[in-house]
C-alpha cells in the first residue's frame, strides 16, 4: 500500500496524455501495467473554455468512457482496484459554473450517468 508518493515516481506516478484517441489509453494501460499492478486511476481531464461540442464531448465524456472501459477490466480481472472520477461543477449546478453553455453541462451530466452504470455493471458482475 502506498502510504507517502516520493519524488523518484517509485511508488505512483503521474501519467499526461492526449485523450483523444483510445490507442493512447492503450499505450498508458501498457506502462502502468510495467511498472506494476493497478490499484487506482484518476480521471481528470475537461475543457471549460468554448469549443465545438465534438471536441468538448470528446474529452469531458468520451475519453472518460474509454479509460473506464480499459482500465475497469483490468481492475475486474485482479479483483481489485478504483476508478476516481473528477468532474465539475457544472454536472450539479448546469450553466450557471460553465457561463451558460449548456455544450459544457450535456457531457458532464451523461458522463454522471455512464459512472452509475459502470458501478451497478461491477457490481453485480
Same mark, same amino acid.
Given at each position: 500500500m502506498?502510504?507517502?508518493?516520493? /519524488? ?5 506516478f &503521474? ?5 483523444? &484517441?483510445?490507442?493512447?489509453?492503450e499505450?498508458?494501460?501498457? &506502462? ?6 493497478l490499484? =487506482?486511476? /484518476?480521471?481528470? &481531464? @475537461?475543457?471549460? !473554455? ?9 474529452v ?5 468512457? #474509454?479509460?473506464?472501459? $480499459?482500465?475497469?477490466?483490468? %481492475? !475486474?480481472a485482479?479483483?481489485?482496484?478504483r476508478?476516481v472520477? /473528477? %468532474? ?5 449546478? @448546469? @450553466? +450557471? /459554473? ?7 453541462? $450535456? ?5 454522471? =450517468?455512464? =459512472? $452509475? +452504470? #459502470?458501478?451497478? #455493471?461491477? #457490481?453485480?458482475?
Open positions: 502506498v502510504t507517502t508518493l516520493d /519524488v523518484r515516481d517509485e511508488t505512483a &503521474a501519467l499526461g496524455l492526449e485523450v483523444f &484517441a483510445k490507442r493512447n489509453f499505450h498508458a494501460l501498457s &506502462a502502468m501495467l510495467q511498472r506494476g499492478n490499484d =487506482i486511476v /484518476v480521471n481528470n &481531464a @475537461g475543457f471549460r !473554455k468554448r469549443m465545438p461540442l465534438d471536441e468538448i464531448v470528446s469531458n465524456m468520451r475519453s472518460v468512457f #474509454l479509460r473506464c472501459q $480499459l482500465f475497469s477490466a483490468v %481492475t !475486474k485482479a479483483g481489485y482496484g476508478i472520477i /473528477v %468532474t465539475s461543477l457544472a454536472l450539479h449546478r @448546469g @450553466g +450557471t /459554473v460553465a457561463s451558460g453553455s449548456a455544450s459544457l453541462c $450535456l457531457p458532464k451530466c451523461s458522463l454522471c =450517468i455512464s =459512472i $452509475l +452504470t #459502470l458501478g451497478l #455493471l461491477l #457490481l453485480c458482475s
